[in-house]
């Protein structure tokens, strides 16, 4: 089943967003859950990850600006994200950790003006 990202849209630099992943009962609450992104023309590359226990791992484009969270009674994954820049323009994706291609969804998109 594919992970549906939302809270994607257009922010001006410097502004913030909270993105929202909510699983199914197909993935487990106690699965390390990860945001991917993906700037056109480039590669995906992961942002952040969060473990069943709630231990963060970030990218170093995230670290001091990006807050990964999990509220697992809802399994839904959260990236808070602040202070954006233009470069953080991309298609967001959730999904778990190693990722599983039936789960890559549609992402929610993320523009960030200057």
């Known amino acids: 089943v594919q992970l549906q990202a939302s809270g994607g849209g257009l922010v001006q630099a410097g502004g913030s967003l909270r993105l929202s992943c909510a699983a199914d009962r197909s993935v487990n609450s106690r699965f390390t859950m990860a945001w991917w992104r993906q700037a056109p023309g480039k590669e995906r590359e992961r942002v952040a990850s969060?473990?069943?226990?709630?231990?963060?791992n970030y990218a170093d484009l995230a670290k001091g600006r990006f807050v990964i969270s999990r509220d697992r009674d809802k399994n839904t994954v959260y990236l808070e994200m602040n202070s954006l820049k233009p470069e953080d323009t991309a298609v967001y994706y959730c999904n778990s950790l190693p990722p599983l291609p039936s789960r890559w969804g549609q992402g929610t998109e993320v523009t960030v003006s200057s």
């Open positions: 969060i473990t069943g226990n709630g231990l963060t």
